[in-house]
């Protein structure tokens, strides 16, 4: 599967910013689907996922009621939308996808195919 995230842009702290993962090559549902961002300077980190079978999802506590992933099998495309955005949630933001099953996990090293990052900066 190929995928292509797209979105990001400049959003002013208590702003909300929806980003998009579109996928080639494969149905979504297929896969379980992760988001992850890099800040500068910094390691990669999870910021939630979404599982194959029944859409449940999981969130990094630091975004927990904030930010929310969704599926669209029709558009075979998922999304993140982020609200209440805070200057220390600018990062380029990436999506990947695994066919793992069950136990949904959210860590980098689990997921096999990787888009390319969109950015993400939260200023006024």
């Known amino acids: 599967v190929q995928l292509q995230a797209s979105g990001g842009g400049l959003v002013q702290p208590g702003g909300s910013l929806r980003l998009s993962c579109a996928a080639s090559?494969?149905?979504?549902?297929?896969?379980?689907i992760g988001w992850f961002r890099q800040a500068p300077g910094k390691e990669r980190e999870s910021v939630g996922c979404?599982?194959?079978?029944?859409?449940?999802?999981h969130y990094v506590d630091s975004v927990k009621g904030r930010f929310t992933i969704s599926r669209d099998n029709a558009k075979n495309t998922i999304y993140l939308q982020m609200t209440s955005l805070k200057p220390e949630d600018s990062a380029v933001y990436y999506c990947?996808?695994?066919?793992?099953?069950?136990?949904?996990?959210?860590?980098?090293?689990?997921?096999?195919?990787w888009g390319q990052g969109t950015l993400v900066t939260v200023s006024s």
């Open positions: 990947a996808a695994d066919t793992m099953g069950w136990p949904l996990v959210c860590r980098a090293p689990d997921y096999s195919s």
């Open positions: 090559g494969s149905a979504l549902d297929y896969y379980a």
């Open positions: 979404i599982a194959r079978h029944d859409d449940s999802t």
